[in-house]
């Protein structure tokens, strides 16, 4: 048996390389060119999106994505657009709060004024007399501006009683709802710049018992009303001036009286040179009216005739009116004889009985 040499090794192999080549390439020329399957095809994953030169194709999902391949957009100006568009909303519940705040704030101030105004709404008390001297009665000057809003005095007490010694300059009204009014009123001089400026005295009341006299003349006082009067006097040292008052004498100038209830009843002394005029839807009137004529003259001359009027009226209430004799201011002397005074009186009663006299 003879051995393989080299050569002859290299020789057998040789032919066998180049019979597969051979066969390599003639499958490669044998087989016929056909266009390349969808299956070969490099398919992109599932739930992945295909992009072709800006063109965004089947951009819905797989029906099941993986965690790995879902679409998403990440960048750093999404929170700075909602923080920026969440401002807007801030301000305006800031505005909002800042204008309630303002309405609450101007609703307390308006209430706690009302509330102060309130309280100084005090009766006028008669040791705070004005100063009617002729010094302080210059016109223009802010004392007697200051003067003539003193003159005129207006209480008023809703369900509290009004009680006591007023003084009646310019004017004076007193009004209760369901209080009672006990008042002893003490007339003044006129204002030396209006010397004919009548005195006016308003009372009203829905249920209160008005009871009204006068410190002057001697027959306008209510002998039980000023001993009432003097004993609160003694307990109280709020009307340090009524004696003061009290002992001066009826001024010269005209009187209005103007008195009203409801239901309460009116009674008392009381004076007028005017009008005097007593209504009471269902209470009853009984009355002491003195008239008062003397050298007052305003505008006119001495012989003029000067009107007077009387009116009381009730619904269902009586009437028991008295009408006295003139109170003549000075001395009769200064009147003269042709001085002529027409009285005008007016009289009604709705279920009432109706006594008047003179």
Known sequence: ????????????????????????????????????????????????????????????????????????????????????????RTFKWTCLLFLLKAVLA????????NVIRYCARSPKSTGDLPDTSPSTSDEGSPAS???????????????????GVYPLYDSLSLTTTTGNITVAIAPQPAHPDHPFEPARLHIHSLSGTVTVSFTAPEAAVLPDLELAVKL?????????????????????????????????????????????????????????????????????????RRNVSIVTETGAGEQRVHVTQPYVLGSEAEVEADTNYFVAGCHVAGNGAMEVGA
């Open 106 to 113: 101007f609703w307390f101030s308006v209430m706690l004024y």
């Open 232 to 304: 609160d006097q003694d307990g109280s040292d709020s009307l340090p001036h009524t004696d003061v008052m009290k002992t001066c004498d009826l001024p010269a100038r005209p009187y209005e009286l103007d008195i009203q209830t409801e239901t309460g009843p009116i009674a008392g002394r009381m004076v007028f040179s005017r009008s005097a005029r007593l209504v009471s839807a269902g209470g009853d009137i009984t009355a002491m009216l003195i008239p008062v004529i003397g050298d007052v003259v305003e505008d006119c001359t001495r012989g003029m």
């Open 1 to 88: 048996m003879s051995e393989v040499g080299p050569s002859d090794h290299h020789h057998d192999s040789a032919p066998t390389y180049q019979t597969s080549m051979q066969d390599e390439d003639q499958s490669h020329s044998a087989a016929p060119l056909l266009p390349k399957s969808g299956d070969h095809e490099t398919t992109p994953p599932e739930g992945m999106k295909e992009l072709e030169m800006g063109d965004v194709k089947h951009l819905s999902p797989s029906p099941n994505p993986r965690p790995s391949s879902s679409f998403g957009i990440d960048d750093e100006w999404t929170p700075s657009f909602k923080r920026t568009h969440s401002r807007p």
């Open 145 to 163: 501006a200051s003067a003539s809003r003193d003159r005129r005095i207006s209480i008023d007490s809703n369900a509290a009683n009004i009680h």
